[in-house]
């Protein structure tokens, strides 16, 4: 009988049932030993392989976690003070203050334990981290996760590189043609409706500097995608208010790991997010009235012309302004899904969201040292005066000659970055630099852009002041003015603004606000253009001061990290020659 046991499969075990019963020799009990034999030879098959398993991926995890930690050990950083890594410490501290003590004892390249398998390294010296910039090419899963929770699935922001390598490299192309090719950047009723949004707030005293700069970046952003259709558009403050709401919450709701569906507060969100999915559908639907592309063949006819000759499109509407055509090919090409999982107006609202925060960010920060620095601002209307003597009475077409105030919003730049850090992932791959340095895969990289844009070895010993003139050569001998301090600056002002020439920070290694490498923002050349457009207009217009009992003395703070946080200043425009 035992041979008949052996090797009990579910086949031959039924095949053995069938002859015993038939046979009628075999009694009940046999029958149902056989049974048990079975199940308990199943059972133990099954066990054996779930514990084989599971040994095979805990000791997977433990090799994986012995060899981050062998690798990490030639990395230099603060000993960790528990099981957890230096976690509580990052919950305690502000993170830059932290990363500014490691970095002052440890070196250029520091690395802080988030939990017992993640790694955060953090880069200061420019040169290394350029490389690791270039090298990494994926972000941090919790970035797309925003954009993603907030947007739905769109082909730009996303975490990783593959995903939207083809539709950076289209809205790259696309922005650096615009910027290239046209004098106005931005249309010229884009400024104006933003220059007059001034003029409505102006019914009160002074202004919240954040508010302005928020209205202001809104007005840019929004006529800039949708042109004449914007201005007239009767829902534009609520589309403010919720972009603004959502910016609040985005990164809370991201850092979750099991998205929070029991959570009220989430549905709460989602809410607003679905409300400026409508509003996004209500805005490109008045564009569609606006510029009469009602059909889906007309439709077609653009997209196919955008995908087949750019700009010059063959197509039978209308005919609009080139700018405002330009726009049109422009906002067309976002809202084309590359892939049918996309959210249709995802990309648009990824843009206006992106755009809007970080633009308002710089625009307050430009604003704020036009306030302090009111010389400043004079040298700068005298360069526009200057400017307009020669050429049209348009701002738009004089911005590239006027180095001091591009210079004047490289370095607001400089001095207040959109966020407190760059960072990336380089998901498979180590990442082994030149110098020997081996980053494991899966590190969470960061450079703490305030620190890197704030180095004295970058930036010389008044690296905290708001100096424009670092970014100015004079063009009679071509001295770098960047060593020199304020006293450079006024020589150089005295000599009269068409002796001064902008040296492009691209060249500077400690320059960071719009990032840098394969995943570096694609709209700086176009933003700095249209920021220059519309200060040119403001300032022709407007002289700008701080509300007296609003004063800082933001020239003179020693902490690097301290230097960024601006007050919510007020500001007051009076109207020139009034
Ligand atoms: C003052 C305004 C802006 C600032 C300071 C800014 C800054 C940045 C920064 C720091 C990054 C990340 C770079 C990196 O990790 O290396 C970024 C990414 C990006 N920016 Fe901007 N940005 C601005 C405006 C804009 C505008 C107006 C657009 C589009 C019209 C734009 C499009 C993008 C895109 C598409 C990315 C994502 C790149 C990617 O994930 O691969 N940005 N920006």
Not at 135 to 150: E, I, M, V, Y
């Amino acid at each position: 009988m035992s041979s008949k046991c052996d090797g009990l499969t579910p086949l031959n075990v039924i095949g053995i049932l069938l002859r015993s019963e038939s046979s009628r020799n075999c009694n009940s009990e046999e029958k149902s030993r056989i049974l048990r034999d079975f199940v308990t030879r199943e059972v133990n098959a099954f066990l054996w392989f779930f514990l084989f398993s599971i040994t095979a991926i805990l000791i997977s995890k433990v090799v994986a976690l012995f060899r981050l930690w062998m690798k990490a050990k030639q990395l230099p950083g603060p000993p960790c003070p528990s099981f957890y890594g230096h976690s509580e410490v990052i919950s305690r501290r502000n993170l830059t203050d932290l990363l500014y003590d490691s970095h002052k004892k440890y070196g250029p390249v520091v690395k802080l334990w988030l939990g017992p398998m993640q790694l955060l390294v953090s880069v200061k010296e420019p040169a290394i981290l350029k490389e690791i910039l270039v090298k990494a090419k994926d972000k941090l899963p919790l970035t797309g996760r925003a954009f993603r929770l907030a947007f739905g699935r769109s082909s730009l922001f996303a975490s990783s590189f593959e995903k939207v390598q083809s539709r950076r490299h289209w809205l790259a192309e696309k922005l650096d043609e615009i910027s290239f090719q046209s004098s106005n950047v931005i249309p010229v009723k884009a400024v104006d409706c933003s220059v007059g949004r001034i003029q409505d707030l102006m019914i009160e005293e002074s202004i919240d500097c954040n508010k302005v700069s928020q209205h202001l970046a809104f007005t840019l952003l929004g006529c800039t995608l949708f042109g004449d259709a914007f201005l007239g558009w009767s829902k534009a403050t609520i589309y403010e208010e919720l972009l603004m709401m959502i910016a609040k919450d985005a990164n809370i709701w991201a850092s979750y790991r099991v998205t929070p569906f029991w959570k009220q507060g989430f549905w709460r969100y989602q809410h607003l997010c679905m409300k400026l999915k409508c509003l996004t559908q209500d805005i490109v639907q008045q564009y569609r009235k606006h510029y009469k592309l009602f059909s889906h063949s007309q439709d077609q006819n653009l997209q196919n012309g955008i995908k087949s000759s750019g700009v010059e499109v063959a197509f039978d509407i209308p005919p609009c302004p080139a700018a405002e055509m330009r726009n049109s090919c422009f906002f067309y090409g976002l809202n084309d899904r590359v892939n049918p999982n996309e959210e249709p107006y995802g990309n648009i609202m990824g843009v206006m969201f992106h755009g809007c925060l970080t633009t308002a960010n710089l625009i307050a920060s430009i604003l704020e040292r036009l306030a302090t620095n009111p010389e400043i601002q004079e040298k700068i209307n005298s360069e526009l005066n200057t400017v307009q003597k020669g050429s049209v009475k348009n701002p738009q077409k004089n911005v590239d000659n006027m180095p001091l105030l591009l210079a004047t919003i490289y370095e607001s730049a400089r001095l207040l970055p959109a966020g407190p850090l760059l960072q990336r992932c380089s998901l498979k791959q180590d990442l082994v630099l030149k110098t020997g340095i081996t980053i494991p895969a899966g590190t969470l990289v960061v450079v703490p852009i305030k620190l890197v844009q704030m180095d004295t070895s970058s930036w010389g010993s008044g690296a905290n002041e708001f100096n424009p003139y670092r970014f100015l050569s004079m063009a009679c001998n071509g001295t770098d003015t960047s060593q020199r301090t304020s006293l450079a600056g006024e020589n150089a002002g005295d000599q009269g603004e068409s002796s001064l020439v902008l040296n492009e920070p691209t060249g500077n290694v400690g320059f960071l606000p719009f990032g840098f490498g394969a995943r570096s923002c694609v709209g700086q050349k176009f933003i700095i253009q249209g920021l220059a457009t519309l200060f040119a207009s403001l300032l022709a217009n407007y002289e700008i001061k701080l509300q007296s009992e609003s004063k800082t003395d933001s020239k003179s703070v020693s902490n690097p990290s301290a230097a960024q946080i601006l007050p919510n200043s007020k500001i007051v425009f009076v109207r020139r020659n009034s």
